[in-house]
């Protein structure tokens, strides 16, 4: 045949230079920038209005800016650190609940060869401790299986705030004279809430890999463990950045509430500057700024890492501008 | 036309395992009863809250009631603004989520209400803007979900293939047609998980409301346990862990609802669109 | 029937159609062959007004459509599409599938819209389909289904763009089938294809497009055996190995 009519082949996802997707999704990105950057200034305007219209006490913002610094800093460190123990401890609940449920369903030939005598005795091979291994790993799995699953629910179908209070009298039940008790108190919490999400994001991310790369693998002789490490974890890591960075963007989110425990944090400084001292415009504008510094640029970069990585054929979403660029570099179809 | 039967035969190893897991469930439950019973735990104590905890629950399905329709109006709205052709829509559309979602629900709900509670005061002379000022919170909550909603709702719309809009248009059907029946019964089915789980969420962050007076579950729970302090800790843990179980029967039955509305609307043949 | 007078359109600094004049009789099977980027299935999309010229005038019977009163709906009524990825609507069953438009466009009631369609779902062969979805059905049948959605509409011409490019080999002569059947009940139709075997059997007119402009037209032997144009044979030459 040899022909060389592109429309025969299937058309790689590069089918228009990458540069003018590119620019028009910038453009977009651009667009919608500006229009929030519009947004913001409009705000501050206004703020400037409303302070010498004497609604707005802008002498209170400009005292008062620097009272923020170290709350702020205060809710940094309790994201992170927590978002971290988080992963650390949601790594191995996250395998128990991807891999679990594969190793207890038993395969059509498992289920035939079990119930003879043929299939009872040892495989060619097999060596029989690995089969009491097997059946110990099986008896150790259901009941983890089982934990992880109801931690995980537990955490998910509860508000934070009474996973706060329970966290708070149980600590302070034990260790009552604890150094920084309120900080502990605020991160264990957070640590075990962002540990039940973060445990789901990991089952999806290893269960999403591809199972076409896995049956490489076994075709090539690799073992479980190896298989595990070196294309289950290297592809579910990529998989997994965009859910996880969500759910440290809303774990930053969730310190507002430890105010309650009378973390010195972002949201209790605002508490006291609004309530205490009065001037909860002038505190709400503030706090938001400060939120909004932060989280924004971050969701924008979320964002924008979503746009690059659509995988076609599987329903993706095909931005309007997008389109929009196909067509305007002439490909139809 | 004739309803295709939708209902599946369910083979007995399901129904067993059903049957299982219910009984354990049960047991489980009659285990921890008696237990009480037994002086695990002051299981009079534990019975004479629900009372309380059940008034505050009324209050609670109210505010989800208010939050959720309301959210998904607005969410729906902005979120297919930023589908359409016109800029300005898309940017107003934007600037709406940007700005929710980078702000914490508390931060929304305790500012909103103070700041109308001060401008009340002073300028429209009210004496008591409580009322108003908790309105305006739960409003505050359901913008803030909305941005959620639109974030979903704009997924949906976009992962529906072009060719089919395109199609559409080919039959002679106009844009609002296109919409209404091609894209959005498709969006629908994409968007109807994500929307499940916001609606999980939305059911957690009322107990948010509390901080500013609202007398849902969790207000119920400190009210009581102010009391309860005095008593023992033990007591204090009975009054949240009732209140967690309430919570997470209502996230449950919201997400098995959604997973039945799911079933219900299923195409055959079709799986739902990868995340 | 359809007349196509120096039509120009062009995207950006992408001028992808420069004067492009065509005729299409009624009941005449004309076939469109020529490289990717020629244009042809943007001079497709003009003549049902998907997309609209920037120059030029194209008229269907004795209307002229690129004028502005016209409605694209009912351009669209006149003319079907046949598309390379079927694009049928995935929510709805075959029988829905083709009942949308006799409902929604045509404002059939739904009983005489339910027989009109089962009797051309017949038609293409998929009488036993009525009630599958799309993801149940195989390309060749959804093709197949496609076709039916637009026949169902009664047009005076229909166009087909590349509409077995993206078949299993298996699956492209059952819809190649339809089309000839089509062909042979004196539908009006502009395909365009590499199908040459469908080509030769039914059209009657054949036109090479290359960069935007017909380059030559004429028989499907005249082009195949005896092209006149070197850009012609060079692209025959590669199609037919």
């Known amino acids: ?41 409009t705000c501050i305007l206004l703020t400037f209005l409303l302070g010498t219209a ?35 401890l949601a790594t191995p609940l996250g395998v128990v609940r991807a891999y679990a449920p594969a190793i207890f369903r038993r395969t059509r030939e498992e289920k035939k060869a079990g119930a003879s005598r043929a299939g009872r005795r040892r495989a060619v091979g097999e060596r029989s401790s690995r089969r009491a291994r097997g059946t110990i790993r099986k008896a150790l799995l259901a009941p983890a299986y089982g934990l992880a699953t109801g931690y995980i629910e537990a955490i998910r179908g509860t508000p934070f705030y009474v996973q706060m209070w329970i966290v708070f009298y149980l600590i302070s039940l034990i260790w009552p004279r604890l150094p920084n008790l309120f900080f502990i108190i605020g991160l264990v919490a957070l640590t075990l809430s962002t540990v039940g999400y973060q445990a789901e994001v990991l089952r999806a991310g290893f269960q999403s890999v591809g199972q076409g790369q896995i049956d490489a693998a076994k075709a090539v002789g690799m073992r479980g463990r190896q298989i595990f490490a070196h294309v289950t974890l290297p592809q579910g890591l990529r998989l997994v950045v965009l859910p996880l960075t969500n759910e440290w963007i809303g774990l930053f989110k969730t310190t507002s509430i430890l105010n309650f425990i009378s973390v010195q944090e972002l949201m209790f400084q605002a508490q006291e500057l609004g309530g205490p001292q009065a001037h909860p415009i002038e505190a709400f504008l503030m706090v ?44 139809t179809v | 036309m004739s309803k295709r039967s939708k209902r599946k035969v369910l083979s007995t190893r399901t129904l067993v395992r059903r049957a299982v897991g219910a009984a354990a469930a049960a047991g489980a439950f009659a285990v921890v009863v008696w237990l009480g019973y037994r002086g695990l735990f002051d299981i009079t104590y534990a019975q004479s809250i629900v009372d309380d905890l059940l008034d505050g629950l009324v209050v609670t399905l109210i505010a989800v009631a208010v939050v959720i329709p309301v959210g998904f109006v607005v969410g729906f709205s902005f979120g ?48 008591d803007p409580f009322a108003i000022a908790l309105g305006v919170g739960i409003l505050a909550l359901a913008l803030h979900s909305g941005s959620y909603q639109a974030e979903i709702v704009r997924a949906g719309i976009l992962s529906v293939p072009t060719g089919q809009v ?16 091609v894209t959005l019964p498709q969006a629908f089915r994409v968007s109807l998980p994500a929307l499940g789980n916001e609606f999980a969420v939305v059911i957690k962050d009322t107990s948010l409301i509390s901080a500013i007076g609202g007398l849902e579950v969790s207000f119920a729970g400190s009210a009581l346990v102010r009391g309860a302090i005095e008593l023992s800790l033990n007591h204090v843990f009975i009054i949240w862990v009732e209140v967690a179980l309430l919570y997470f029967l209502l996230t449950t039955i919201v997400t098995v609802t959604v997973r039945k509305v799911e079933n219900r609307y299923k195409v055959p043949g079709l799986e739902a669109a990868a995340l | 029937m359809i007349q196509v007078r120096q039509v120009h359109k062009s995207y950006g600094d992408l001028h992808v159609l420069k004067g492009v004049n065509l005729e299409i009789a009624k009941g005449q099977v004309m076939c469109m062959i020529g490289p990717s980027g020629s244009g042809k299935s943007t001079l497709l999309r003009c003549i049902n007004l998907l997309i609209h010229p920037d120059k030029g005038d194209i008229y269907i019977g004795d209307v002229r459509i690129t004028s502005p009163e016209i409605r694209p709906e009912w351009v669209r009524q006149q003319v079907g599409m ?75 011409a229909m166009l087909f763009d590349e509409p077995t490019s993206a078949l299993d080999p298996e699956y492209i002569h059952e819809v190649l089938d339809v089309m000839t059947q089509l062909a042979n009940e004196g539908m009006t139709m502009l395909v365009v294809t590499h199908e040459m075997g469908f080509a030769k059997n039914a059209a009657s007119e054949v036109v090479f497009m290359d960069q935007g402009q017909i380059v030559e037209h004429g028989t499907p032997v005249e082009i195949f055996e005896r092209p006149g144009h070197d850009r012609t044979k060079a692209f025959v030459s590669k199609i037919l190995g």
């Open chain 1, 1 to 41: 045949m040899g022909t060389q009519d592109a429309s025969r082949v299937k058309v790689p996802r590069r089918a228009i230079p990458s540069w003018r997707i590119v620019s028009s999704a910038v453009k977009a990105h651009n667009l919608s920038a500006l229009a929030v950057g519009g947004f913001l200034g």
């Open chain 1, 54 to 88: 004497g609604v707005l006490e802008l002498g209170f913002i400009y005292t008062n800016w620097g009272t923020l610094w170290g709350p702020a800093w205060t809710s940094l460190v309790l994201t992170v650190t927590s978002f971290l123990l988080g992963l650390a």
């Open chain 1, 288 to 331: 938001a700024v400060m939120y909004f510094a932060i989280l924004m640029p971050l969701s924008r970069v979320v964002t924008y890492i979503e746009r690059k990585k659509r995988i076609p054929g599987l329903g993706t979403p095909m931005d309007v501008t997008r389109a929009a660029a196909r067509r305007r570099a002439g490909v």
């Open chain 2, 80 to 127: 297919w603004a930023r589908t359409t052709r016109s800029w300005v829509l898309r940017a107003t559309g934007t600037t709406y989520v940007e700005f929710f979602r980078s702000m914490p629900p508390l931060v929304l709900i305790v500012f909103s209400s103070l700041v109308i509670s001060l401008l009340l005061r002073t300028y429209l002379y009210v004496e």
């Open chain 2, 166 to 181: 395109e199609a559409a248009e080919a039959l002679g059907l106009t844009r609002m047609q296109t919409m209404f029946r």
């Open chain 3, 82 to 156: 046949v598309f390379q990825s079927f694009n049928l609507f995935t929510h709805l069953s075959a029988l829905k599938n083709v009942m949308l438009g006799l409902t929604r466009v045509k404002k059939m009631d739904s009983e005489e819209a339910r027989r009109k369609a089962t009797w051309d779902l017949q038609r293409v062969g998929l009488g036993d389909k009525l009630d599958a979805y799309p993801a149940q059905l195989s390309g060749g049948q959804q093709q197949r289904v496609a076709i039916a959605r637009a026949l169902a509409m009664d047009p005076m």
